[in-house]
């Protein structure tokens, strides 16, 4: 929330608006504030509460140091063993008690979780259907193909709105990897700033079902390895692409934006290593649409 809203240090933290934003009780945000205060990332104050300690722009790589609740954990080792072939498309709970050795509380919270997140679906018996995932070079193009429909639609519905502190959050995070050389080059940090900017573009669509229907396929992409095998290059540019797309969104030249984001969308489909034979189409020269 904290990224998310381009707090800076020093910024309060108050318990009762961050468990109302995270769809929670104060408890776990306490308990939250308190380990994050362990690791020097919050302050506590004893007259105005918790508070914000770093530069989150600068330190990338916090989120990927706190730990995750035991079916948590367990929801990305199924994500992972999926994504490479691991699992048959039909899992039941008992059957992942074994592979895994856990309990069955354990097994169907993360179930519930993949379930919640449109990642399964419930199958009669005790059984979990996986949905399908652009982890294939036909489902990838396939996957490719919806967003080029849906992604520059949502920019040009009447209604649009940029979060303007997301956006500056956004450009902090993805300056910060651009700055970084090629063998510190964060692929995770990456991953996230990509979804968070794809993500920005699905919420500020007014169209509900476009929303909707955005933000159920981003899901779908968040499987382990899915940037496997892109190379720093295509990232680095990738992340100046995002970055030319946001200057235009925040000028409000939504139909230069919504070209931009067709181009980058048709870049990002074609340098994949799975459809490198298949060329790319002249995209470059002047951006206009039609009359």
């Not at 790589?61 to 609740?69: K, M, T, V, Y």
């Not at 979780?113 to 995932?133: H, I, V």
């Not at 980058?264 to 020269?285: E, K």
Request: proline letters at 5%.
């Amino acid at each position: 929330m904290a990224r998310q809203r381009g707090f800076e240090p020093g910024a309060r933290l108050p318990e009762q608006q961050i468990a109302s934003l995270c769809n929670v009780s104060r408890t776990p945000v306490r308990a939250a504030l308190s380990l994050l205060a362990e690791r020097g990332v919050v302050r506590w104050e004893a007259d105005t509460g918790y508070h914000l300690a770093v530069d989150l722009a600068a330190q990338p790589a916090i989120s990927a140091e706190l730990p995750s609740a035991e079916e948590d954990e367990l929801a990305e080792a199924i994500l992972r063993d999926r994504s490479a072939r691991r699992l048959d498309q039909t899992v039941t709970a008992a059957a992942l008690m074994r592979r895994y050795s856990a309990d069955r509380k354990t097994v169907l919270k993360a179930l519930n979780k993949l379930t919640e997140e449109n990642l399964l679906d419930r199958a009669p018996g005790q059984s979990w259907l996986f949905r399908r995932t652009p982890d294939d070079p036909e489902a990838q193009g396939e996957s490719y193909e919806f967003r080029l429909l849906l992604e520059p639609a949502a920019i040009l519905t009447p209604g649009f709105r940029l979060d303007g502190a997301r956006a500056a959050a956004l450009r902090q995070g993805m300056d910060a990897l651009s700055a970084l050389p090629d063998a510190a080059f964060d692929t995770r940090e990456f991953q996230r700033l990509d979804m968070d900017f794809h993500g920005m573009i699905a919420e500020g669509c007014a169209n509900r079902f476009i929303a909707d229907a955005l933000a159920d396929h981003l899901r779908l992409r968040r499987l382990p390895g899915i940037y496997a095998g892109v190379n720093v290059f295509r990232l680095r540019q990738s992340l100046l692409e995002h970055l030319n797309i946001l200057d235009h969104l925040e000028s409000r030249q939504y139909e230069v934006a919504a070209d931009l984001l067709r181009i980058h969308l048709r870049l990002s489909r074609n340098q994949r290593p799975q459809a490198a034979s298949r060329g790319a189409p002249a995209l470059f020269g002047m951006i206009s649409r039609p009359e």
